[in-house]
C-alpha cells in the first residue's frame, strides 16, 4: 500500500468525519467535531492517511498550554477505518506527522518536548503508543469516560 501521510485540507472534511463516526461509536456530530478541530489551526495540528486519494485514517496534535518555546503536545486523537487497521497505518500516522508536527515547530522557533497521550486502558492502540513514541504510563483514571483512562507521557523526543 503506498499511503501518504499529509496534512489535511477542507475538503478531507466529510472524509475524515466518517473515519470519526466509525471509529468512536459514543462520540457525535463527526463532522461538526472534526470541522472545528480544523478550524482550530495551528493549535490542533490534523494530518490524514492518503491511499490513492482516499483519506484511511487521521491524527491530531495539540499544542498544550499556548505556543512555547518548547513545546507539549497531545496525541489527542487517532483512528484508522476498520478494513484498513493491523495493517500498521496508525504507526505510519504516528511517525509521518510527528516528522511534521516537528517541521511546522521549527518553523515557529520551536521544538517538542515532550507528548501526552490518553487513551483507554483496554484500548490495543495503547502498546503502540509505548513501542512508536516510547511513552510510559503515568496514571491511570477510573471511569474517565466509558472505562478508564490511561495517560501516557512521553518527554525529551
Excluded at 118 to 131: F, L, M, P, Q, W
Excluded at 141 to 154: H, M, R
Aim: hydrophobic share 35%; proline share 1%.
Amino acid at each position: 500500500m503506498d499511503i501518504k501521510i499529509r496534512k489535511i485540507i477542507a475538503s478531507d472534511i466529510p472524509a475524515v468525519a466518517t473515519v470519526h463516526k466509525q471509529s468512536f461509536s459514543r462520540q457525535r456530530n463527526s463532522t461538526d467535531w472534526v470541522q472545528c478541530n480544523y478550524n482550530a489551526f495551528p493549535r490542533i495540528l490534523m494530518y490524514v492517511a492518503d491511499l490513492n486519494s482516499d483519506v484511511i485514517g487521521y491524527i491530531q496534535w495539540i499544542q498544550k498550554s499556548g505556543f512555547r518555546s518548547e513545546c507539549i503536545i497531545e496525541l489527542e486523537q487517532i483512528a484508522v477505518l476498520e478494513e484498513h487497521r493491523c495493517k500498521s497505518v496508525g504507526k505510519k500516522l504516528i511517525t509521518e506527522s510527528l516528522k511534521l508536527v516537528k517541521q511546522h515547530l521549527s518553523t515557529k522557533e520551536s521544538t517538542l518536548k515532550g507528548i501526552i497521550v490518553t487513551t483507554r486502558s483496554d484500548n490495543h492502540a495503547k502498546k503502540i503508543y509505548e513501542s512508536t513514541l516510547g511513552a510510559k504510563e503515568v496514571c491511570v483514571i477510573k471511569q474517565l469516560y466509558s472505562g478508564d483512562e490511561s495517560i501516557l507521557i512521553t518527554e525529551n523526543i
